[in-house]
Each structure stands twice: as C-alpha cells, then as structure tokens.
C-alpha cells in the first residue's frame, strides 16, 4: 500500500517563497507521476502542479503558473513543490498525490494521497 506524507507547511508572509516535501514510501513508484492539489475552505480541491516519473511532462495550475516550480528526486522517492511570492490566497492545505503515468488535472484520477499540510499566508 502506497504511503504519501507532506512536509514542509506552516505560516508563511505574503511575498515569501514557500517549499513543500512529499516522501513516497510502501510500494515502488515508478512510473507514477506526482502531483499537488490545494483545497481551502469551501472551495474543491484544486490542481496546482504535476510532474512525470521521467521529468520530461510537467504541468502547473493557473493559480500558480510562472510562481511554482516542481521538481522529484527518484533515487529519495521526494517530489518538491516551490511556490514564490506566496499570496494569501495561496492559503490552503496542500495535498500529495501519486497516479500511473501521466499527469491528471482532475483530483478524481489520481490513485494515492497524502493526508495534507496547512499552508497559511499572512498578508
């Protein structure tokens, strides 16, 4: 059974750059693109960054394109998310996932989750 935990959230200033960690562990991976979403209060949950086994596919969401960067290290089993000029309405939990292949932009598709990290911006 795949286990996806995050790390790295807290509170953070607007203007800050914020840099979140998942660790993959119970299963291999390969193959599986990584992902994040973010849900705040109310809203659904939200495509914000994916990224393919190989690297070669990367995607972003348009609440955060030319602010976030994605990046994973296969031989850690880590995938990293850096959001900069966080803003507060970056405020969210922020949620690992993991699906064979290629990237999904629909939460619906993706197979493993983590349980999620808050992320709050303080303005």
């Known amino acids: 059974q795949g286990q996806l935990v995050e790390s790295g959230g807290g509170l953070v200033q607007a203007g800050a750059s914020l840099r979140l960690s998942c660790t993959a562990s119970g299963r291999t991976f390969n193959n599986y693109a990584m992902g994040w979403f973010r849900q705040a209060p109310g809203n659904e949950r939200e495509f914000v960054s994916g990224i393919t086994w190989n690297s070669k596919n990367i995607m972003y969401g348009d609440s955060v394109k030319d602010r976030a960067y994605i990046s994973r290290d296969n031989g850690k089993n880590t995938v990293d998310l850096q959001i900069m000029n966080v803003k507060p309405e970056d405020t969210a939990i922020y949620f690992c996932?993991?699906?064979?292949?290629?990237?999904?932009?629909?939460?619906?598709?993706?197979?493993?989750w983590g349980r999620g990290t808050q992320v709050t911006v303080s303005s």
């Open positions: 996932a993991s699906r064979p292949f290629e990237i999904q932009r629909s939460p619906r598709d993706w197979t493993y």
